[in-house]
């Protein structure tokens, strides 16, 4: 028995409307558009029961990556979180202000930065992976590990893939605009 979804539907009356279209693609990115909306909710709850917002867990997250003392340079933290300098300035000036990390003098540089987090954003960014390891399991649990292994290395080829038209996608001229 096939079990369909509303992309099928979706698929279906375009491929009346454009016969001429190939519709591979846009099931496949439809599908992953519609799962990405369940993810981004899941996360902004498992984030928010945690008192973090999303951009907070990102910043806590590299901290809590690079192992303990936890502490990195704002060029790290925006390489690894892809926000703008200014933008990380303003982030990590909320942080302290909310007293999820800390900035201190680099020993190795006396006009540098480091960004530290403290004992409460540690608190805070563990148990927001706790909910969000836990939310994105219940997510998955459909799949069999070994389709779920499978799943992830199609991603990362298709993310491979994708990332090669960044920064900007490379499309065709629109014949609307001809």
């Known amino acids: 028995m096939k079990h369909e979804d509303e992309v099928d539907q979706i698929i279906t009356a375009?491929?009346?409307?454009?016969?001429?279209?190939?519709?591979a693609p846009l099931e496949i990115f439809s599908r992953m558009w519609r799962i990405a909306k369940h993810v981004d909710r899941a996360r902004a709850q498992?984030?928010?029961?945690?008192?973090?917002?999303?951009?907070?867990?990102d910043v806590l997250a590299v901290l809590r990556r690079g192992g303990d003392p936890f502490r990195q340079s704002p060029k790290v933290l925006v390489q690894?979180?892809?926000?703008?300098?200014?933008?990380m300035t303003n982030r990590i000036d909320r942080m302290v202000d909310r007293e999820l990390v800390r900035r201190l003098t680099d020993p190795n540089d006396g006009r540098g930065v480091l960004v530290e987090?403290?004992?409460?954003?540690?608190?805070?960014?563990d148990a927001a992976m706790t909910r969000l390891s836990d939310a994105e399991e219940r997510l998955l649990g459909g799949l069999p590990r070994s389709e779920r292994e499978r799943l992830?290395?199609?991603?990362?080829?298709?993310?491979?893939?994708?990332?090669?038209?960044?920064?900007e996608l490379d499309l065709p001229a629109s014949p609307i605009n001809d």
């Open 80 to 87: 690894q979180t892809m926000v703008s300098s200014g933008t």
């Open 14 to 23: 375009w491929s009346v409307a454009r016969p001429d279209l190939d519709l």
């Open 46 to 57: 498992a984030f928010e029961r945690s008192g973090l917002s999303l951009w907070e867990f």
């Open 117 to 125: 987090m403290t004992p409460l954003g540690l608190t805070l960014v």
């Open 152 to 167: 992830g290395v199609l991603l990362r080829r298709l993310a491979l893939s994708v990332d090669r038209f960044e920064p």
